[in-house]
């Protein structure tokens, strides 16, 4: 078991940018894979971008490639999501997530990863 935490949520204006973090409470979090997810009222939670055990491979939704950017340190037990050139459309709670990484391709499907953190609000305004 792996408990997340998110945090780094806020307002920001159209065009500027962001930085999440989810942190793990488990020494062995560099054996896990880890996604992020977000969900609009009204909407089921979508994926955004994944990366594997050793950061070495990533995986992005059509819709953030080339804004967004996951990473993370696996010394401080932290992934993170730096999200540039914001947009209204990217307002959701987001979501981190996390699987034991057995080698296999990283998924955008939700039922994928076993654990899950509370979520932060991002909120973009026009």
């Known amino acids: 078991q792996v408990q997340l935490a998110e945090s780094g949520g806020g307002l920001m204006k159209a065009g500027g940018s962001l930085g999440l973090s989810c942190s793990g409470s488990?020494?062995?979090?560099?054996?896990?894979?880890m996604a992020w997810f977000r969900r609009s009222p009204g909407k089921e939670r979508e994926f955004v971008a994944a990366?594997?055990?050793?950061?070495?491979?990533?995986y992005y939704a059509d819709f953030v490639r080339g804004r967004f950017t996951i990473s993370r340190d696996n010394g401080k037990n932290t992934m993170y999501l730096q999200m540039d050139n914001l947009k209204p459309e990217d307002s959701a709670v987001y979501y981190c997530?996390?699987?034991?990484?057995?080698?296999?391709?990283?998924?955008?499907?939700?039922?994928?990863?076993?654990?899950w953190g509370q979520g932060t609000q991002v909120t973009v305004s026009s």
């Open positions: 997530a996390a699987v034991e990484d057995s080698g296999r391709a990283l998924s955008d499907s939700e039922g994928r990863y076993d654990f």
């Open positions: 488990k020494r062995t979090f560099s054996s896990y894979a």
């Open positions: 990366i594997n055990w050793s950061g070495g491979d990533t």
